[in-house]
């Protein structure tokens, strides 16, 4: 599986921003598609992942509300809709698969990741 991730950026606090994941290759997603990010000095840490064959999702307490998860299934992309900003939310967001639980080992195959800063 390949993840392209793009739609990172510059933007102010109670901004928004959309990102998204297009996957290809010959490999199938068996489970589901993820978003996670790391911040500088920090861990990285799952933010919302999205059943790849049904509609179930799963997020970050720290992200509910405020971010949502998508996915475009004849186009093989997946979105991140993350609106009302915060500096903490800055990042590098990587989507990754193959499953949709919020612990970071269980992703196997990862994009490049996208900066997303996030001004007071």
């Known amino acids: 599986v390949q993840l392209q991730a793009s739609g990172g950026g510059l933007v102010q606090a109670g901004g928004f921003l959309r990102l998204s994941c297009v996957a290809s290759?010959?490999?199938?997603?068996?489970?589901?598609l993820g978003w996670l990010r790391q911040a500088p000095g920090k861990e990285r840490e799952f933010v919302a992942a999205i059943e790849w064959n049904g509609g179930r999702t799963n997020y970050a307490d720290s992200v509910k509300g405020r971010f949502t998860i998508s996915k475009d299934s004849v186009k093989n992309t997946v979105y991140l809709q993350m609106d009302s900003l915060v500096p903490e939310d800055t990042a590098v967001y990587y989507c990754a698969a193959d499953s949709m639980v919020p612990a970071v080992i269980m992703y196997h195959y990862w994009g490049q990741g996208t900066q997303v800063t996030v001004s007071s």
């Open positions: 290759g010959r490999s199938r997603i068996s489970y589901g």
